[in-house]
């Protein structure tokens, strides 16, 4: 079995391509062939040695889809597409790779009009997204913001948000030609933080009210930019990184509105809080409210290209393996 392995955290170059056996299916496990495997900022962050938790050799993938080959039972029978999401790339090896073992628990059917590649790109994005949304308090109505239009969390929570009723499904770029291009894929309500601030874009566009919920995959300055944006009561939950570990923030932003922040790490999440979500997700993939945007494709062997391309390249929608 072909797999790509991160023989040592050093990188880019410590991702090799290695012959592995095949998984054993056993312990409830499901075999599914891997057809797709998303690539996601927190592989490149565990290939830099950044990520507490993780050892090497360690094949990477934290999503991906598939079909399944053996041990699905009567809920996954053999040949069903499945997409799936959990430990695996961050704490056992996994989906950079021809097959993989899967717990039965982290499967979810992929509907018929989504492909696989765009099926890759689900898990991580839109789980982490709707479990936010969730805890969270959303509901119709609520003014929502997530930065980055063109990375997974923000679309997906944008996305997510607009098809369950928000009054106004927000995000934002720094780049000028990301900001046409949203425009030209439908996401009206983009702020282009290169022409005005992001708190100035969310008041101009909530007519002075602010977002009820901030949901921030950044970190960095941008979080300290969107606690700014909060309304009376607001949250804003942080669950990423991948412009810095670090920021500097007023405490009047949050004592002024007497608004909220919180952290969340989607490892930590019950069962049930992901088994909801899936649910949610499946129904608007089905019926197609939300649509994943996948930006480029990879074949296996080029793993390390993908991820060089999703971090320096900061691409409009997911990079995916094909395999």
Excluded at 75 to 88: A, K, N, T
Excluded at 151 to 159: D, E, K, L, P, R
Excluded at 161 to 174: E, F, L, N, V
Excluded at 304 to 317: K, S
Aim: net charge neutral.
């Amino acid at each position: 079995m072909r797999a790509m392995r991160a023989e040592t955290f050093s990188g880019y170059e410590g991702l090799k391509l290695v012959e592995l056996p095949k998984p054993a299916v056993s312990d409830g496990k499901v075999l599914v062939r891997v057809t797709a495997a998303g690539v996601t900022p927190l592989d490149h962050t565990i290939l830099s040695g950044k990520f507490h938790g993780s050892k090497a050799p360690l094949v990477l993938g934290n999503e991906g889809a598939g079909v399944v080959e053996e041990g699905g039972g009567t809920d996954f029978p053999s040949g069903s597409r499945v997409m799936f999401f959990g430990p695996y790339g961050a704490f056992e090896d996994g989906t950079y790779r021809e097959w993989v073992a899967v717990r039965k628990e982290d499967l979810c059917p992929i509907p018929d009009n989504v492909d696989d590649v765009s099926a890759a790109g689900i898990p991580v994005a839109y789980l982490t997204a709707q479990v936010a949304l969730t805890l969270a308090g959303f509901r119709a109505g609520k003014t929502v913001l997530a930065p980055a239009i063109g990375g997974s969390v923000g679309n997906a929570v944008t996305q997510l948000a607009r098809a369950q009723g928000a009054k106004h499904a927000m995000s934002s770029t720094t780049n000028h030609a990301k900001a046409e291009q949203a425009k030209a894929l439908g996401f009206n309500e983009v702020i282009d933080t290169s022409l005005e601030k992001l708190a100035d874009g969310v008041r101009r566009i909530t007519d002075g009210y602010g977002a009820d919920i901030v949901i921030d995959g950044i970190g960095g300055e941008v979080l300290s930019e969107a606690l700014g944006a909060l309304a009376l009561g607001g949250s804003l939950t942080t669950l990423g990184y991948s412009a810095s570990t670090r920021t500097t923030i007023s405490v009047t932003d949050l004592i002024v509105p007497q608004a909220s922040i919180r952290g969340l790490n989607m490892f930590l999440q019950p069962k049930a809080a992901v088994t909801d979500a899936w649910k949610v997700i499946a129904s608007l993939l089905k019926s197609g409210a939300v649509k994943p945007i996948v930006a480029k494709t990879f074949p296996l062997n080029e793993a390390a290209d993908a991820l060089r391309y999703l971090v320096e390249g900061r691409p409009f929608g997911r990079v995916v393996l094909t395999i």
